[in-house]
């Protein structure tokens, strides 16, 4: 079985060729699969993102197909960034914007959650869609140089994002729930020789 991923996200690629691969299932780019659609993703939900995506690319192709679509959502900014997190700032002003704008709050009130959605389409257009979230908190100040966007300001537990390798990302972050979901629902429905 054939998955197309409606990304060029070199990362985003590797990680699902990887984690699909025991199931069967070879995933390819859009690029690969000779799109090259870029939807305005103008929903208001990261389900309804993921969703414009997934069928941009599936109008296209005719396979199934996967999209996601992810943000950060702060409790104290009445879930901002969420589905403009891309947008909120320039990749390398991103987590001083956040930072600035959560001035003067304190410690207990900066609760946040990193949200994935990730939309399937299968062979037919029929939409599923799986959610990821990891809960945490804004910290004080930007600590760790790995990952991207807010991981250096987003903690979970002791440490920011940026403090973690990728594998222990991974286990507890809201793209890794959210892929795990979507394993086993494919898993359950596509595994090779069932
Ligand atoms: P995307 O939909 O996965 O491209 O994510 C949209 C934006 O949300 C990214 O450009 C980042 O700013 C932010 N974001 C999503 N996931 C993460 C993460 O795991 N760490 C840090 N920032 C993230």
Known sequence: MKIVMATNNQN??????????????EIISQ???GVSVDPEENGLTFAENALIKAHAVY?????PVIADDSGLCVDALDGAPGVYSA????ENERCEKLLH???GVPAEKRTAKFVTVIAFLDQNGNEFTFEGICPGTIGFEKRGTNGFGYDPVFVYGEKTFAQLSADEKNAIS????????LYAYLQSEYQEGE
């Open 12 to 25: 985003k690629l590797r990680e699902a060729k990887e984690i699909f691969a025991p199931l069967g299932i």
């Open 31 to 33: 690029k690969e699969a």
């Open 59 to 63: 109008e296209c192709v005719k396979l």
């Open 87 to 90: 947008r909120y700032a320039p």
């Open 101 to 103: 704008n959560l001035e």
């Open 174 to 181: 809201h793209r890794g729930a959210a892929l795990r979901k």
